[in-house]
């Protein structure tokens, strides 16, 4: 459903600069949701569920996937950030070959809304990388099960969001071409 939101954006506002960057917009989009599919295919196959509780419950017999899937974890999360746009993938946000992307002709509220979406998205993405691969809101160690399950599971949601601002700080970014055929 984003893609459809990014696709008419960039239709919508009646420039051919914000059209072509929703088209690229939506080719990343749409490479990079191929391998979250596949990776949670293989996710569901391991816990032999797709239920969120089934997996996380699944983690907490067999421990958490990081170890035996890494090579997964670290796929998931190149591809988490070309689906959020996130740097070094912020593609649509390049200002010296796409003039700011498919937003290129939004201000105020439009504009404000747009970013707050990429944002949801971030977080959602992070929840679903410690869902996924870090046990959801089980606590790593026994020793410390006298904290809270919400404040182990916001802690390592928020740690995956420093992750993002990490990863942009340190990373420059990609041409397209680089892109897809890292996709």
Known sequence: MGIFGVMLSGWSSNSK??????LRSAAQ?????????????????CSGSLNILSIVFAQQQSGWY???????VFIFFVSMLAETN????????????????FNVEYS?????????????????????????????WLCPVAYFNFIPSEVIFATKIIFFCFMF?????SFPR????QLMSIG
């Open 17 to 22: 600069y914000a059209f072509l960057g929703s």
């Open 29 to 45: 989009m749409i490479s990079y949701e191929v391998s979250i599919g596949l990776i949670l295919v293989i996710i569901g196959i």
């Open 66 to 72: 990081i170890l035996p899937l890494f090579p997964l």
């Open 86 to 101: 996130r740097a070094p993938f912020d593609l649509p946000e390049a200002e010296a070959e796409l003039v700011a992307g």
């Open 108 to 136: 105020s509220i439009t504009f404000a809304l747009f970013f707050l979406g990429e944002y949801c998205n971030m977080i959602l993405m992070a929840t679903l990388m410690v869902i996924l691969f870090f046990g959801g």
């Open 165 to 169: 601002i990490l990863v942009r700080a």
């Open 174 to 177: 990609y041409r397209y071409d």
